[in-house]
C-alpha cells in the first residue's frame, strides 16, 4: 500500500492552474457487497488511492437493489470517471444505468473486486489464481490505480431484453446489461441459497450444495429453443457507422511526410466486406443441466479487438449427483462459476432463449436467471452482444 500511495501521490503532487478544475469521480459503493466487508475494503486500500491522487471523490453508497441503475438514469451530468465499488451485480447496474440515459451521455467506469463476486475485476487485476488475503488486496490496489493512470480499454456487453408477449400489453420492459454472464439451472439454484447457511461461515457455498443437491427442487433439466446468429466482425449486412470508433493519429513530424502512411489506421471498408453467414439463424433445441451465456471478457487473457463474441455453453446432463457435487466444489474453489462442464460449446452473436417453461417445477416457486450474479426471472428473452460498448479502465 505504501508503494501504490507513493505511486499515487505523484499525480497529486502536479501543480494546476487556479482555473482548472480537478477530475471528478463517482464512487458507487454497495456497502451490502461481500457479506457488507465492501465498504471497508474501499476504505482500507482503494480510496486512499483516489484522494493522494488528486481527484474530487463523490461517494454514494446504494441502499437498495437497482439504486445505482436509477442514479445514473437521472444524473444530470456525468463525471469524468465512474468508479464501482462492488461485485458484478453491481457493476451490471451501472452499466444498464449508462446505457438507459435519453442523452446518450457515456464516461469511463472503474472496477474495483469488493464484491463477492467479481468475474470481471479479477480477469483485469489478478496477477495469479492464488486466493490469498494478500493477493485480494493487490488486486484492489491495482484497481484502484488503473483508474489514477488513465489506461483505458473497450469491453463487450450483453445487451438482454425480455421478449414482448402477445397476450400481456404490458409496456415493454427497459434492456439489462451484463459484462459477464447470463447463468440458468441447478448450479445457479443452489449458489443462490448459500447465505441460509451463514452459520458455517467461510464453507456456506460449499454447504449449500452439499445439503440441496439430493433433492429435486431445482432446474435439473434447463429446456428450451436456443435460436442464434454466429458473430461476425462487420460486413456489408450488419456494420453500423457509429460502431466504428475513430482513430487518432499521433502527432507527424515535418518529415512524416516522406514516409508511408499506416494503412492499417485508415479503417476497415465495412460496406464491401461479404460474409454469407451474417445474420443467418440456426437452431437448437436445449435439455441440460445448465445454459451459461458468456462474453469474453472475463478471460483471463485479455479481450482483443477481433474477439467479440458470445459463448453459448450447454452442459452436460446429470448422471450422478455426487459427480455434480464435485464438480461444483470445484468450481467455488477456483472462482469460476460460470465454467460449468460442457456438452457443446457455440460462438454467437445473438441468442433468443425461449425456456419451454418458465418454472423448475409444475407447482414450484418461479425459476430465475442469474444475470452477472442477480437473480431475475426466467423469460424468453433477447441477448445480443454490443461490441467493445464500454470503456473500462485497465491495468
Not at 447470463?182 to 447465505?195: K, S, V
Not at 502512411?261 to 461479404?274: H, I, P
Not at 469474453?296 to 474477439?307: A, F, I, L, Y
Not at 446432463?317 to 455434480?324: A, I, L, M, N, R
Amino acid at each position: 500500500m505504501r508503494h501504490y500511495c507513493a505511486e499515487a501521490s505523484k499525480y497529486g503532487d502536479v501543480i494546476v492552474g487556479k482555473n482548472q478544475r480537478l477530475q471528478k469521480v463517482l464512487v458507487l459503493l454497495n456497502p451490502a457487497a461481500n457479506r457488507k466487508s465492501c465498504e471497508e475494503d474501499f476504505h482500507d486500500y482503494c480510496e486512499p488511492i483516489l484522494h493522494l491522487a488528486g481527484f474530487e471523490v463523490d461517494i454514494v453508497k446504494t441502499d437498495s437493489e437497482g439504486h445505482a441503475r436509477r442514479y445514473l438514469e437521472e444524473l444530470a451530468t456525468l463525471p469524468d470517471a465512474i468508479v464501482v465499488a462492488g461485485g458484478d451485480g453491481t457493476v451490471s447496474e451501472v452499466v444498464s444505468g449508462l446505457k438507459r440515459r435519453g442523452d446518450g451521455a457515456e464516461c469511463p467506469i472503474g472496477v474495483l473486486p469488493v464484491g463477492r463476486t467479481n468475474g470481471l475485476a479479477s480477469a483485469l487485476f489478478r496477477s495469479s489464481e492464488d486466493t490469498s488475503t494478500l493477493e485480494d488486496v493487490r488486486a484492489m490496489a491495482n484497481a484502484a490505480y488503473a483508474v489514477v493512470a488513465g489506461k483505458k480499454e473497450k469491453m463487450d456487453l450483453m445487451k438482454i431484453e425480455v421478449l414482448p408477449n402477445e397476450v400481456d400489453e404490458k409496456v415493454p420492459e427497459k434492456p439489462v446489461y451484463a459484462v459477464a454472464s447470463l447463468q440458468w439451472g441447478a448450479f445457479r439454484d443452489i449458489l443462490a441459497l448459500r447465505d441460509k447457511y451463514w452459520y458455517t461461515g467461510s464453507l456456506r457455498d460449499y454447504t449449500a450444495f452439499l445439503f440441496n443437491v439430493f433433492d429435486g427442487k431445482h432446474t435439473w433439466n434447463c429446456k428450451a429453443k436456443v435460436t442464434y446468429t454466429e458473430p461476425c466482425q462487420g460486413c456489408s449486412k450488419c456494420y453500423k457507422e457509429h460502431q466504428q470508433q475513430p482513430k487518432q493519429e499521433p502527432a507527424r513530424r515535418w518529415w512524416s511526410v516522406f514516409l508511408p502512411r499506416d494503412k492499417a489506421a485508415q479503417g476497415v471498408d465495412y460496406s464491401k466486406v461479404v460474409n454469407e453467414k451474417c445474420s443467418v439463424p440456426y437452431e437448437l433445441e436445449v435439455d441440460a443441466a445448465e445454459l451459461v451465456l458468456q462474453t469474453t471478457n472475463t478471460e483471463v487473457t485479455g479481450q482483443k479487438e477481433d474477439n467479440s463474441k458470445l459463448a453459448v455453453k450447454v452442459g452436460t446432463p446429470v448422471d450422478s449427483v455426487f459427480t455434480f457435487l464435485s464438480d461444483s466444489w470445484s468450481r467455488i474453489w477456483n472462482r469460476k462459476f460460470a465454467n460449468c462442464p460442457t456438452e457443446k460449446v457455440l460462438e454467437a452473436r445473438t441468442v433468443y432463449l425461449i425456456p419451454e417453461k418458465l418454472k423448475a417445477n409444475e407447482g414450484d416457486s418461479e425459476a430465475y436467471y442469474s444475470i452477472d450474479s442477480e437473480a431475475y426471472e426466467v423469460r424468453p428473452v433477447r441477448v445480443t452482444l454490443v461490441p467493445r460498448a464500454v470503456e473500462v479502465f485497465t491495468f
